[in-house]
């Protein structure tokens, strides 16, 4: 299976300063269209996880703008230019590379 | 609006099975993946297989597939996991997600949660 770690695993941050999130897989998850089958979800206390990027990059519908997503094959990265008070939960990556059963991140917990 | 909602809370011994459903509203549930994920107290998640509505097609995390089942019912527009020989490991959240592919799941269900003890 594709392998993939978070790093770091606790992220401590003042509202209003950035923060960025590792996630690296032991598989490059590039396809020959030029899509990374990589995606970031936020667990808020208590709720169900949300989507926030797919494909690496791309922004799901009524997600911030203060959130991006970045990096191809097996590095990427997830950056919150201004973090909010309500960004506070766990960020887990999630690979789903074609042919290979899909595996999460160990989860990064965002202290704000 | 889209939503998944799930079945209600479970409580089951060691060695039974359950069932848990996920009916879909709002949208094309027949051309839509349909995953479950699993998350044990304190622990990340862990994807644990789909279903494709339309043809029935799934695939399963290999550390399950021996006791994992995902069925659905297009008439009601609701997908099961059902889960045999459970242990005490088994005890967690259980979420169903919707997906347009294998990647990119926006509409999360409630959560439904199974305890399992002896």
């Known amino acids: 299976d594709v392998v993939v770690t978070q790093s770091p695993l606790s992220l401590p941050v003042t509202p209003g300063e950035p923060a960025s999130i590792s996630c690296r897989s032991s598989q490059s998850l590039l396809n020959s269209h030029g899509d990374n089958y990589l995606d970031w979800y936020l667990q808020k206390p208590g709720q169900s996880p949300q989507l926030l990027i797919y494909?690496?990059?791309i922004r799901a519908s009524g997600v911030p703008d203060r959130f991006s997503g970045s990096g191809s094959g097996t590095d990427f990265t997830l950056r919150i230019s201004k973090v909010e008070a309500e960004d506070a939960g766990i960020y887990y990556c999630?690979?789903?590379?074609?042919?290979?059963?899909?595996?999460f991140g160990q989860g990064t917990r965002l202290e704000i | 609006q889209m939503q998944l909602v799930q079945s209600g809370a479970e409580v089951k011994k060691t060695g039974s099975s359950v069932k848990v459903s996920c009916k879909a509203s709002?949208?094309?549930?027949?051309?839509?993946?349909l995953q479950w994920v699993r998350q044990a107290p304190g622990q990340a998640l862990e994807w644990m297989g789909w279903?494709?509505?339309?043809?029935?097609?799934?695939q399963y995390a290999q550390k399950l597939q021996d006791r994992l089942t995902i069925t659905r019912d297009t008439s009601i527009d609701t997908a099961y996991m059902e889960l045999t020989g459970l242990r005490s490991e088994d005890t967690a959240m259980y979420y169903c997600a919707r997906s347009k592919d294998p990647y990119g799941l926006e509409v999360w269900g409630q959560g439904t949660t199974v305890t399992v003890s002896s």
């Open positions: 709002g949208y094309s549930f027949t051309y839509r993946y």
């Open positions: 999630m690979q789903a590379l074609q042919g290979s059963p899909i595996t």
């Open positions: 494909l690496g990059s």
């Open positions: 279903i494709i509505p339309f043809n029935g097609n799934t």
